[in-house]
Structures are given as C-alpha cells and as structure tokens.
RNA sequence: GGUCCUGUGGCCGAGCGGCUAGGCAAAGCUCUGCAAAAGCUUCUACAGCGGUUCGAAUCCGCUCGGGACCUCCA
C-alpha cells in the first residue's frame, strides 16, 4: 500500500494530502514567463520543478490539464501607471513591432524548455488573446463593488476587499504593515489606497499596444490575466496554482482577491511556489545582471563556468535539490552533477544487460516503495535519487555477481527504472553525438587497434589512442569490448 | 526600516525530536599489456552559546553569518 501524497500548500503553510476536486482530474495552471527577453536558468528550474510535479501525477495516473501562459501584454515597468509596457519599452529600444518581440522570446522560451526536457502544457493561453476576458472581469469586479474608476484606468480597492477577506491570506503578511511601509511612488494620486492596484491601464498617446474598452482604450493590469486565464479553462475552482516564490506578495495574492471579488471563490485549492535558483548566494534574475543564459551554460563561455554543461547534467542538478529550497548555481556543483547524471544512467544501461541469478538477495520492492514515498513527500526529488543510486549499486553488484536477483524482481525493476528515470524525472540519455559516418570510422579504427593489441603490438595501439584523444575523442576498454566517447 | 526564510562533512545537497540520505571529491581495492573508464569498499557533519527533553542537526531563546520579499522578476 503507498502513502498518500502531499502537497506543501503556500495556503494552509502545511503539507496537506492532496485530493483533486474531480476525482481522476487535476487542473494545474502555472503563471509563465513575460516573454520580454531570452528565458534563463533560473526560470527554467520553475518551469523543470512544475515538470516533474506534472510528470508525477500523470505517473499517478491522473488526466491532468496543465495550464501555463504567456505574459505577452500589460506587463508595466513597476506598478506605476504611467509605465510603459515592456513590449512596447523593449520594441522602440530594437526597433520592432511588440509583437515581434513576443514572437521572438515565445519561440526562445519553448527552445529553452525543450532542451531541459519538459512536457508542454495543455494549454498555453496568451494574455493579449484574452483582452475580451479580462475586460468582462473588469466589469464585474466594477459591478460588485471592488474596484473604482480614476481618469479613465479601473483599480482593485484593497481596502474595500479586505473588509470582508483576508488579502495577505497568501503571504501572511501583517496589513497594516504594508500599508505603513509601501513605499510612496510617484504619479499615484490616482489610487485611492497604497495596495490598490491596475485591473485596466488608460494607453497614452505613446502606448502601441493599446485595446478599446468600456473605459476607452487600455490595455489589461498584469495579474488579471492569470484569473481571466485560469477560470476560463480551469473554471473558477481548480486543484493546483503554482508559480516562482517571487510571485506571493504580489502577483498571487492580487489573483486570488481579483478572483474572489469576481466569482467569490478562492480560484486553487493548492498554492505550490518554487523557490529561486541563486549565483553565489544571490537570486539569479534579469535585473541583477548576473543570469545564465541556457546557450552560455552549453558552450561554458560564461565567467563563472570551466566548461559547458548539457541541459540534462542542469536538470539533474535541479533535482538534487527541493523544489523549495534555493539552488547554487556553481561549476563545481555541475561538475558533480554531471558525474552523478552519468553513474544514474550507466546503472539504468546496465540493468537491461542483466541476467537473474536466481532467488533475489535483496528487496526490489522495498526500493521501489522507498522512491513512491520521497516522491508522495512533496515531490522529493532528492530522496529519491538517493533510492535510485541505492538501486543503481545493486544493479552493478548483481553484474559483479555479488548480489542475486530473480527473473521475476529483474523484470520488474528494469521496467522501473526506465519509467521513473525517463518519464517521471524526465532525465533521457545524451544523444550519441556522432553521426552514423563517424560511428562506421570509428569501427574501422577499434577494429584496427584491437588488431594491434591482438598482436601486442603495443606501440601502434597505444599511437590511436593517443592520437584520438588528442582530438578529444576517448577510448575505454571494458569486458564488453571497446568503446569510445566524443568530447 | 518592516516581514519572512536560512546556516549540515573538502564541495553540492536531503533529513526537521531517537533508526545519523545521496551525489561529487579523496583513499584503498577489482578489472587491465599499460592506461583510462567503470565498479566495489571506506570516510560521519549539523554556525556559536544557553535552555526544554530520558534523548536535538531537528523544538525554544540569544549572538553572529547568508538570503528573499516590501519595486519588474520564475
């Protein structure tokens, strides 16, 4: 019998056993990337933990509909209402039209998350294909009385709304305090309250991206999208929200009062926030300049990197850790990764080469379930790599014939690493990155080298390996015969 | 300034009242013409000082580090 699994609810600030409101269903929406520039290393660990928490309740069998948008409009330069927005900001600065620039950095965004391996979402809505969504909320925020007009832009009444709920449910932050300590900012006399924040921004004669509305033209407030998004194909109730930790205080907590001002319910059951990935003990983000892109991590052209890593040697480093904890981004941390990474799928290789030998001297079972319960543990992701690397020593025991295994306990974990290894943690094996030419070469040249040894010719196979691994291509001899590797 | 999080062996990172993960590095061994690679084995830490407890890395207090949020950010 497994355990259950639980979720660390931001909500509740507990780990809550999760039940989905549909038995069988979970609708999951995760708040996306503003596609104003390229995506970095410290988004795609959000989006690679979202991954592997979709991976597993997929895994779970779950019919999941996962639910991730792009921030392509009415993102302002700090909540000012006078800001640009970044895509009209960025589009005067290349010269190009905003769309463009969404174009662009979408495309930038899905190349980035393919190369570290994750699924696509169900749906992946845009915020300037629901303009007529988020105006209807508007309204009916305007309708129930939490929100006022000003000079032609519509604003959230905080203070209205949090008569009657809790606006720092999320955050558990102290109202009063934030009212006391926002900062004053300029151009703001239009806001009734200091936490009051932009449903619908009147466009100025400089804003290109601009929509007619009701209130003239505008374009919509930043977190509107995510309740406009998220109801219309969640619906109003959901199981699971996610998003990066930064995305609390703000963005989060102003969904979820825009969502009840509208619909009067609470929009997810389960609030889930990833933590940050940092450099030198500092959160990595585009402001602070110090981000890796994911083209500077491959080649190792970055300062701080000795050399580059593959997207799978950064994913299983992102899975080394919680998906709650910060990660240091650091090279000799990689370099550890990637030799773990390595030693994970030689074990997982060389279980499919093995034979049973009988009665099993250990508990394939007793593994696996060790891995189901770090895993029901709020995804777990390193406990359960521990339990895998201890299965991975097994594995090469048994191939010492030091431990035994039986046909039945061999067949059930082959197919239980594959499956967890490639599809739950989503890890899948470096592309052979020789061409089928050089594959048949490289043949030619084992096959004359082992000729050589044959004869003890020492000298002439010792010249090929040296000469080949003058240009970087390595040459192992095992039991199995000769091997090589490029790079 | 306010709110909150955090400090684990040479390094990265789990654990969060008793059973003291895992990876990397290091050392020894196996394999091997020699190497390399790979594999096996070994290596026991919880910032400091007090307290609670039969028992604390884990709970509480203080001190000293580090960070996040309060402003766009995943």
């Known amino acids: 019998m497994r355990s259950e699994l639980r979720i660390y609810n931001t909500l509740t600030r507990e780990s809550d056993i999760f ?33 592997i928490i979709y991976r597993y309740l997929l895994h779970l069998g779950y019919k999941v509909r996962y639910v991730r948008n792009i921030t392509d409009a009415g993102h302002l330069e700090g909540d000012r209402d006078e800001g640009d927005d970044k895509f009209a900001k960025k589009a005067k600065l290349e010269q190009l039209e905003p769309m463009e620039i969404v174009q662009r950095y979408t495309l ?9 391996n994750t699924l696509p979402p169900s749906i992946e809505p845009t915020a ?29 009444d905080v203070e209205k709304f949090s008569a009657e709920h809790n ?19 300029d151009g703001q006399n239009e806001k009734r309250g200091r936490l009051d924040f932009a449903l619908w921004i009147k466009a100025k004669p400089e804003h290109i991206m601009r929509w007619q509305s009701p209130w003239g033209e505008g374009f919509p407030g930043w977190h509107l999208e995510c309740s406009a998004m998220s109801s219309k194909y969640l619906g ?16 989060h907590t102003n969904e979820i009062a825009q969502n009840l001002a509208c619909h009067h319910t609470q929009p997810a059951k389960y609030w889930i926030h990833t933590n940050m990935l940092t450099v030198n003990g500092q959160k ?14 491959l080649s190792g052209n970055h300062p701080l990197l000795d050399k580059g890593y593959s997207p799978m040697t ?9 998906y709650r904890s910060t990660l240091d981004f650091r090279n000799d941390a990689l370099q550890a990764a990637e030799k773990g990474l390595e030693r994970l799928m030689n074990g997982l290789q060389m279980v499919e080469k093995l034979k049973p030998t009988g009665k099993s001297s250990f508990s394939v079972q007793d593994i696996k379930e060790k891995v189901y319960k770090a895993m029901n543990e709020d995804f777990n992701t390193p406990i359960a790599l521990s339990h895998l690397f201890d299965a991975t020593r097994y594995i090469n025991l048994v191939n010492d014939g030091k431990e035994q295994i039986s046909a039945a306990d061999l067949k059930d974990l082959q197919e239980f690493m594959q499956n967890f290894v490639l599809n739950v943690l989503g890890l899948k094996p470096e ?5 089928a030419l050089t594959d048949d070469l490289m043949q030619v040249i084992i096959g004359i080298r082992a000729a050589a040894k044959g004869k003890k010719d020492f000298e002439t196979s010792d010249f090929i390996r040296d000469k080949l691994k003058e240009i970087g291509i390595e040459i192992k001899d095992s039991k199995e015969g000769t091997v090589y590797k490029i790079g």
């Open 19 to 51: 039940k989905p409101l549909h038995s069988g269903y979970v609708g999951m929406y995760v708040c996306g990337p503003t596609v104003y520039s390229n995506a970095h290393l410290g988004n795609a660990r959000t989006y690679v933990s979202f991954d």
């Open 108 to 116: 930038d965004f899905h190349e980035v998350l393919k190369q570290f």
């Open 128 to 156: 300037t294909g629901h303009i007529i969504e988020q105006i209807e909320m508007t309204k009916k925020i305007l309708a129930n009385g939490y929100a006022y007009e000003a000079n032609g832009s519509i604003y959230f």
């Open 167 to 185: 606006y720092t449910i999320l955050s558990n932050r102290n109202l009063e305090e934030l009212l006391n300590n926002t900062r004053e900012l």
């Open 236 to 251: 109003n109730e959901f199981d699971i929200h996610g998003g990066g930790m930064d995305l609390i205080p703000t963005h």
């Open 284 to 297: 990595m983000s585009k402001s602070l300049g110090n981000s890796f892109l994911p083209a500077e991590l």
């Open 314 to 322: 950064v994913r299983f480093f992102m899975l080394q850790a919680h």
């Open 431 to 435: 592309e052979a990155n020789a061409g």
